[in-house]
């Protein structure tokens, strides 16, 4: 596994962000594992994951002209993503978020930060329907801007509704490319190495089997 998906993994299991056990889904799916992304609330977690999504930007979007962070979660992750790459690849881009409701005062409007021009890559924590990923992509459009790409913290790669998963969709839909800082396939690789005597692997592995997208 990558330096950088393996600090992102071990970040989050040290964090409780990542553990393994039962645990009921939105969907009814009983998983082996689950991912809370708010549980990575100090600031060496905000510092690690900045420079995570930072990566995986400079990697797969190098021409980024601004970053955006759908409301709540994606609000910070934006920020710090935007400050990491100035910190660590001297890419020095504005980022911007939306408001959940239009303000009818001072500025105004849903949009704050920078504004939506040029190339923009949206920054978010995971990909469960993918509504609120669509409903950016819309709002940056009609903005005149470009969606270069969508970067999320983890992706399950399991399947939604169909035989799709929510990001093959999102991709499929939107035709942007959505790239995850670690995927179900990192953890499997982290369980193979570290994880395998507590039978958390063959729960995973048993997981994928049923649920996991190819």
Known sequence: MPQIQQQFV?????????KFGEFTLK???????????????????ASALGKAYAQAIATH?????????????????????AAA???HH???????????????HGEGGVIVGGPLQGKVVIV?????????????????????AEVSGIVISLDRQEKGTG????????????GVTVTAIATLADLVTHL????????????????????GVN
């Open 124 to 144: 978010d924590d995971v990909m469960t329907a993918g509504t609120a990923i669509r409903h950016s992509v819309e709002m940056i459009r009609e903005a005149g």
């Open 85 to 87: 790459l100035s910190d």
């Open 10 to 18: 071990d970040l989050a299991l040290q964090m409780g962000a990542l």
């Open 27 to 45: 969907s009814g799916r009983v998983s082996p594992y689950f991912f809370n992304a708010g549980m990575l609330a100090n600031g060496r977690a």
């Open 61 to 81: 979007h190098q021409d980024v002209d601004v970053v955006f962070g759908p409301a709540y979660k994606g609000i910070p992750l934006a920020a710090l993503a």
């Open 192 to 211: 193979e190495t570290k994880g395998a005597e507590n039978g958390h692997l063959d729960r995973v592995l048993a997981y994928r089997d049923q649920y």
């Open 90 to 104: 001297s890419i020095d881009v504005p980022y911007a978020f939306d408001r959940k409701e239009a303000k009818d």
């Open 163 to 174: 035989d799709l998963s929510a990001s093959q969709e999102v991709e499929r839909t939107t």
